[in-house]
């Protein structure tokens, strides 16, 4: 049995103190919530003060993006040793809006996972496509370039550490969301891949989270698809009700 994430994205949201009060209102939630890797990945500001609040909580930190350099004269950049020393456990590596915003690569999302991986930090690595994509048809084209190149010269033990998360770029802030049948066809896909790049054993063991408009009202049907281990949860990890109450109905789902 894969164990369940849901993983909150906050994007450039929050001052400190509304972090502090969101995180401290998802303890006083979430605090009963069990067998499942519940995350909040806030802005860099952010990250030292919540990991402390957090810190024997059942709620982990993440980051939102890393360089693949330890240290050095990158102006602006945060390594993944600086990760570790603050608490990070898990880091955002290609979501669409670096790619989209930031010239992230397959090659710079190959070189940050690598990078997280020799440090211990758990990657969630972005894939999908955008709707142009999409209505062409080319949908498991860019599903095949992502993983492919994006997880090049991953071994078979790192490949066990690495958590993926689908989203559909033309589902996320637009209110619109892949069917919980579109998002099991692709993430069969994913974990079909992974069986023709490694073997059966791990693509059953792989996550794979699917990320793109979750909310309350369709995460129960999406958690009940069988390649749906998870969500990365943009605007809706935002506020208390909705955060908590996805969490709490994929624990139900996947009990």
């Known amino acids: ?152 010269d991953i071994t078979d033990i790192d490949i066990l550490k690495i958590v993926i998360a689908y989203e559909p770029v033309w589902a996320i802030g637009t209110g619109k969301n892949a069917t919980p049948q579109q998002a099991q066809e692709a993430q069969k896909y994913i974990r079909d891949l992974l069986r023709k790049m490694y073997n059966n054993d791990i693509a059953d063991t792989v996550r794979i989270q699917y990320g793109g408009s979750v909310k309350p009202e369709n995460i129960t049907e999406l958690m009940s698809q069988p390649d749906v281990d998870g969500a990365l949860v943009g605007g809706a990890s935002l506020q208390i009700e909705t955060f908590a109450e996805i969490v709490k109905k994929a624990a139900e789902v996947k009990k």
């Open 1 to 152: 049995m894969r164990k369940t994430i849901i993983a909150g994205n906050w994007k450039m949201y929050k001052t400190l103190r509304e972090g502090q009060e969101l995180v401290i209102a998802l303890r006083r939630e979430l605090y009963q919530i069990e067998d499942i890797d519940i995350v909040v990945c806030p802005p860099y500001t952010l990250l030292a003060y919540l990991a402390d609040a957090l810190e024997t909580s059942n709620i982990l930190i993440g980051a939102q993006d890393v360089y693949w350099q330890d240290e050095g004269a990158f102006t602006g950049e945060v390594s993944p040793v600086m990760l570790k020393d603050i608490g990070c456990k898990f880091v955002i590596i290609g979501h669409s809006e670096r790619r989209q915003y930031f010239g992230e690569t397959n090659e710079s999302v190959n070189n940050k996972l690598k990078a997280a991986l020799r440090h211990n930090l758990t990657p969630i690595v972005c894939v999908g496509e955008t709707l142009s994509q999409r209505e062409s048809g080319k949908t498991f084209k860019v599903l095949d370039d992502h993983i492919e190149n994006g997880l090049k």
